[in-house]
């Protein structure tokens, strides 16, 4: 069975802790994103990566960090110097690293952080 | 800036009703504009449009693009309560970012 897993579909942090999401795919993608979504509003890119061992700041990078070791798995790590990590956190991945096909997304991390 | 604006941001209709979503944008380098429908959890992808006047069409739901005048509409036909959703429009350019809107809210009363 093809497609993005994101694990744990819900999570509960203190504040002050650091709190890594794991993105897992096995669609053969070389691409791959996260995003934040907040009530009301749309997608917004954390980071994204086209290849192994490399990747970029998206638009709302600060407070995050990501790893690509592997082609499969992109993890990201929310920090304690997030200001407002409670969210939910979608990872993606395409085909193609120029972004023309389609995202594909894994069903999603609800964060709180209370 | 790269910009995609939805309107409108929210939706109410009854079944049977037809509805026309709207997207416009400003985006460097534009390759592509996608449209997806949200239900409480992952997008799901719907269309892909990269030129203009061709309609994409799935079952009730269509698409076009306007890369004149840079907007695309989702039309939606006979409406049912199961088309209610949040309706993400996004525009990916050449760096292979996706930009996204805020997304229309549509709720289908019975």
């Known amino acids: 069975d093809g497609g993005i897993t994101q694990s744990p579909k819900y999570l509960f942090r203190k504040e002050g802790q650091n709190v890594t999401l794991s993105c897992e795919q096995n669609?053969?993608?070389?691409?791959m994103y996260w995003y934040r979504q907040d009530p009301g509003q749309g997608l917004r890119l954390i980071y994204y990566?086209?290849?192994?061992?490399?990747?970029q700041k998206g638009d709302i990078a600060e407070g995050y960090s990501v790893s690509r070791e592997k082609k499969e798995s992109f993890p990201l790590t929310v920090t304690s110097a997030q200001k407002n990590p409670t969210a939910f956190y979608l990872c993606?991945?395409?085909?193609?690293?120029?972004?023309?096909?389609?995202?594909?997304f894994g069903p999603g991390t609800r964060l709180t952080v209370t | 800036e790269d910009k995609v604006v939805q309107s409108p941001l929210s939706l109410v209709v009854h079944e049977g009703d037809t509805v026309t979503l709207n997207c416009s944008y400003e985006?460097?380098?534009?390759?592509?504009l996608l449209w997806y429908k949200q239900e409480k959890k992952a997008p799901t992808f719907l269309f892909m449009l990269?030129?203009?006047?061709i309609e994409k069409k799935s079952g009730r739901l269509s698409s076009i693009l306007d890369k004149k005048e840079l907007f695309s509409i989702l039309n939606i036909t006979a409406t049912q309560t199961g088309d209610s959703a949040v309706y993400l429009c996004?525009?990916?350019?050449?760096?292979?970012?996706?930009?996204f809107g805020q997304g229309t809210e549509l709720s289908v009363k019975p």
């Open positions: 990566s086209q290849i192994v061992n490399d990747f």
């Open positions: 669609l053969n993608h070389d691409a």
């Open positions: 985006v460097t380098n534009f390759r592509s």
């Open positions: 990269t030129s203009s006047g």
């Open positions: 993606a991945s395409s085909m193609e690293r120029g972004g023309s096909y389609e995202q594909y």
């Open positions: 996004a525009v990916a350019n050449q760096g292979g970012k996706l930009i």
